[in-house]
């Protein structure tokens, strides 16, 4: 039994975390020809509210790193890109979002 905890706190501790930030700006200027839009995915008719960012607007993405985290009543799901590029607009709705609303934009390098 000594040895499952162990290896349990070890996983939890070894967990990469990833760093929440407070992106100011919402959006920044960007080639509409150029960018993708990322919506809300429909999982089970669900509303979701972006309740985590992990990166600004402005950074530079690589594909599959987390976005945001994405909250309903009774799921927590946390966002990948599906593209590399810059993330150059963010939603700013603090209510909650259906799916295909805009969850944000990522401009293609």
């Not at 200027?29 to 150029?34: A, G, R, T």
Request: hydrophobic share 40%.
């Amino acid at each position: 039994m000594n040895s499952l905890k162990r290896i349990l706190n070890c996983l939890r501790f070894n967990k990469k975390r990833n760093k929440i930030v407070k992106n100011d700006i919402f959006e920044i200027s960007f080639e509409e020809h150029k960018t993708t839009a990322i919506q809300i995915p429909n999982i089970q008719n669900k509303t979701f509210k972006v309740s985590k960012w992990f990166v600004k607007v402005g950074d530079f993405i690589e594909k599959n790193q987390l976005i945001c985290e994405l909250e309903s009543n009774s799921i927590t799901l946390e966002f990948e890109s599906l593209q590399t590029g810059k993330l150059v607009l963010i939603t700013t709705s603090k209510e909650k979002l259906k799916a295909g609303d805009l969850i944000c934009k990522i401009e293609q390098m």
